[in-house]
């Protein structure tokens, strides 16, 4: 029998993870909400956010945590090509074209990461990676409290930039109605562009922030994608606070999931609750506003 702190440890775990997990999503989620894009790369850019932190920390000594704002602002500055040249041109002409575009570049970066980085698994080594901390019966991994952390203030602080600015306002107009937004004079070229590479720097930061907690390889990405579209299904499309919430429930469903099961069925745990949501309520079981 599985002992009470073994249970409460793996739990609080999970909680802690489910931060992370939510600001991977956070990203598709706005991209889905404002560009109504389903982009099959995005796993690959939270990948490439932990072979940014590998390296940066390998060849400049630069801690991951301490290097995040910039490989937030390189993941973003990567994704404007990306919009301008492959997804801009096809936005209007449906929503196959540019889902199966963004597969091209899926399939482009993992074998781009094959040819780099080689196949084999990588894993950020620091020297808390391994550091725990105990509160009573609970033992958790500081890299993971410290990921929780970072994952809430950003997600609080996005919530912030789209509920309370001129640019959110404008990104809330465009994904409602991007006809009317142009009509009025809201510039909804530059917020989808805009939303795109916000998308890719938080998939780029939580990437980093997955990367100190688990190893990874160049087609881990699809793992990513399935456990973002999982949050955002649960959460509802374009919400930041659903999508958090979502994100920290998953996260101590697949923990409750590994203690029962076995830690291999973790990520079964997301795939049936995506199911199961999509299939009985697919706006979302904790809300049906979008960008908010």
Do not use: K, W
């Not at 076995?262 to 979008?290: E, I, Q």
């Amino acid at each position: 029998m599985v002992g009470f702190d073994v249970v409460a440890s793996a739990l609080t775990t999970g909680l802690l993870l489910g931060g992370v997990l939510a600001l991977t999503a956070l990203g598709l989620s706005l991209v889905l909400g404002v560009l109504r894009l389903v982009d099959l790369a995005h796993g690959e850019f939270v990948v490439l956010g932990a072979y940014a932190a590998f390296f940066l920390l390998t060849f400049t000594g630069i801690d991951p945590l301490a290097g995040l704002p910039l490989i937030g602002l390189a993941l973003a500055v990567l994704a404007v090509p990306v919009y301008r040249l492959l997804l801009e041109p096809l936005m209007s002409r449906g929503a196959e074209a540019p889902m199966m575009t963004t597969f091209g570049v899926s399939v482009a970066l993992q074998n781009v990461f094959l040819l780099a980085f080689g196949a084999d698994t990588r894993s950020i080594e620091t020297s808390y990676s391994s550091a725990s901390l105990s509160l009573g019966p609970v033992t958790v991994p500081r890299v993971y409290l410290a990921g929780f952390l970072i994952a809430a203030v950003l997600t609080g602080l996005l919530h912030v930039l789209l509920a309370r600015s001129a640019f959110g306002r404008e990104l809330r107009a465009s994904a409602e109605d991007p006809d009317a937004a142009a009509v009025v004079g809201v510039p909804v070229a530059r917020v989808r562009l805009v939303t795109f590479a916000l998308g890719a720097a938080c998939a780029g930061i939580a990437g980093t922030l997955m990367g100190l907690s688990f190893s990874f390889t160049p087609t881990s990405g699809a793992a990513y994608l399935l456990n973002s579209f999982a949050v955002i299904v649960l959460g509802g499309l374009g919400s930041v606070p659903g999508t958090f919430m979502a994100g920290v429930l998953i996260g101590v469903l697949q923990a409750a999931g590994g203690v029962l099961l076995g830690d291999g069925y973790r990520d079964l745990v997301a795939l049936a609750l995506f199911l199961a949501v999509l299939a009985l309520r697919p706006a979302g079981l904790l809300t049906r506003r979008a960008a908010r």
